[in-house]
């Protein structure tokens, strides 16, 4: 059989399915990816057993439908250095030999059946889902990610939440020491609902939408997910248990209020965190009238730093200590020129939320704080 394709159309899809792949699988199988001809098109499927994606190519010519595997990192290698032009593939249909012919040149490598490529998983009958712009939430789970946690003794804190009700969707990411709470409208067919889904396919995600403007669909069951967007499909198993009520931890009367230029915080804090011991990165802010105050200071080697900034503070004078590194990674996934930071007392979670939030959005970061001695 034959079929023909585009190398950079073939090339990006090949880029997203090989990260699904892991280096040491259970079954050697999926160490390839399974190509699959049909009604013009070309699907190619790639799985780790917990998490599959499959992503079509449209195809310029194509004489039968045929499935065969092809071993990931050959194929993908294989592409990597072709620029854009057409590409004949050739297959032999019972030895499995594929012949891949470009301008100038030629591949010849040798797949298999696909017979033992295991099938997805199937959602019950019914499934709830979503419908949601897919800039929209590409922007959430960037946003959100970052937050998660890296603890296999909480399985639960290590995914993205997904918070559903009537309108509207949140996703909610924590590790313990800082959380990121996003609210999204605009969100179409929602049902009332909730799941945990895992780091991993969030970060496919997240790589798959980066040049999608459509929609991205959303249908989930009692232990997996499926997620659709421009051609490309993520099947995945879901984080069982019940996420923390993180509604419970944000507090609410936050009578200190400052407005901050987040490029001129970025900078004094990169400067600042230099001077801070290296065990606890230890940051402190001080609160006035006009003016913020960034200090820190390492004891072990008799060192310190000290840098005033300008803001627009309501309250009474606050000190409070924060981890650098964590309020460093707060602020540049934090977007916009100005932010907001909310605080009750040094011992409460400092809030920090953008200056001007849009219509179908609204972002909340929070961090817990460190302990100052005096």
Known sequence: MKFVLSSTELYARLQLLGRVIVSKNNLPILDSILFETGSGRLTLTASDNETTVTADVELTECDADFRFVVNAKTIQ???KEIPEQPLTFFVNEHTFEVTVEYQNGRYSLVGQAADEYPAPPVLEEGAPGLTIDSPLLLAGIGRALFAAADDEFRP???????DMTDHDLTL????????VCDRMGNVAHVEPGSFILPKKPAQLLKYALAKVQGPTTLHYGSRGAVIEAAGTRITCRLIE???????????????????????????ALKRVLVFSSANSALVKLAFAPGRLTLSSQDIDFSMSAEEALLCDYEGAPLCIGFKGTFLLELLNNLEGEEFVMQLSDPSRPGIIVPAEQGADESVLMLLMPMMLSD
């Open 172 to 179: 909610v990411a924590s590790d313990g020491h800082k959380l």
């Open 77 to 79: 290698d294989a592409m």
């Open 241 to 267: 248990g019940r996420y923390p009520n993180y509604n419970s931890v944000i507090p609410q009367d936050n009578p200190n209020r400052a407005t901050l230029n987040r490029a001129a915080v970025l900078s």
């Open 156 to 162: 639960i804190m290590t995914g993205v939440y997904f």
